[in-house]
């Protein structure tokens, strides 16, 4: 069995979630979204999360992807506490714009920049000087597929196309974790799985954790975990590829670069 430079014992998850809650209203128009949902993805890690729409699996997303607060419940990232519940122990924005990477299920591009420019920006509100992140923003826009669309707008590219370019703009800063919710709906099946197979390699490559919201049942062999979602409730389900599950190698100690260590 194939090990992946992510798989140490030792490093703190990449992701994990203690039994994370989001409650709407309250009374007679409570909406529970999300009920004691916990997980753990490990450097390395692409695990897919599925279920029927409504299942709660979008605000499951948003709440890893500190977009959301959860009602209760804990997030760790990179083995730190980030947040407790509704109380948010980091600055959210400055530590979502270093180390989560997300694919919202609309591309939300930036409708005055152009596609390279969409990208360009991510790094350079990291402080990325303008000419290394024009570089990456090229790289990846090939990588991708539409190096040829890098001078247009948003208008004048097709859905599969703005979604390639968001999926570029969450890979800009090398990530340690990585969040797509739906990226390759808009995508034909060669496309879509060449997306698939990049946040693979990319997970793999650099001991990122990505969890990817999907349907297309084309690519599960792609991923190490499979979780299913049903009624704001995650249960690990079967399957997964060939390397799932992997045990974890020794030989190394310490948390994924970029991250501090354990929260005390």
Do not use: C
Request: no cysteine; charged share 20%.
């Amino acid at each position: 069995m194939k090990h992946w430079p992510g798989d140490a014992m030792g490093l703190p998850s990449a992701i994990r979630t203690e039994r994370l809650t989001k409650v709407y209203g309250s009374g007679d128009t409570e909406v529970v979204a999300m009920r004691d949902a916990t997980l753990d993805v490990r450097p390395g890690e692409v695990a897919a999360l599925l279920g029927p729409s409504g299942s709660g699996k979008t605000t499951f997303l948003a709440a890893v992807g500190l977009v959301n607060t959860p009602t209760s419940g804990r997030i760790h990232i990179g083995g730190k506490l980030i947040v407790d519940g509704p109380h948010r122990l980091t600055n959210l924005r400055t530590f979502r714009r270093r180390h989560i990477g997300y694919v919202f299920q609309s591309a939300n591009l930036i409708p005055f920049l152009t596609a390279r420019e969409n990208v360009q920006i991510a790094m350079e509100l990291n402080h990325l000087s303008s000419p290394d992140a024009r570089r990456r923003a090229a790289e990846l826009l090939e990588r991708l597929g539409v190096a040829d669309r890098a001078g247009h707008y948003p208008s004048t590219l097709s859905g599969g196309q703005q979604q390639r370019v968001a999926i570029a703009r969450a890979l800009a800063n090398r990530p340690k974790v990585i969040l797509a919710d739906e990226p390759t709906a808009a995508l034909d099946s060669h496309r879509g799985r060449q997306v698939m197979e990049l946040f693979a390699r990319v997970a793999h490559e650099h001991r990122a954790g990505v969890i990817v919201v999907t349907h297309d049942s084309r690519a599960l062999d792609l991923f190490d975990t499979i979780y299913q979602m049903e009624d704001g409730v995650i249960r690990r389900a079967a399957g997964g590829g060939p390397n799932s599950p992997r045990p974890l190698a020794t030989g190394s100690a310490g948390p994924p670069d970029g991250f501090a260590g354990p929260a005390r």
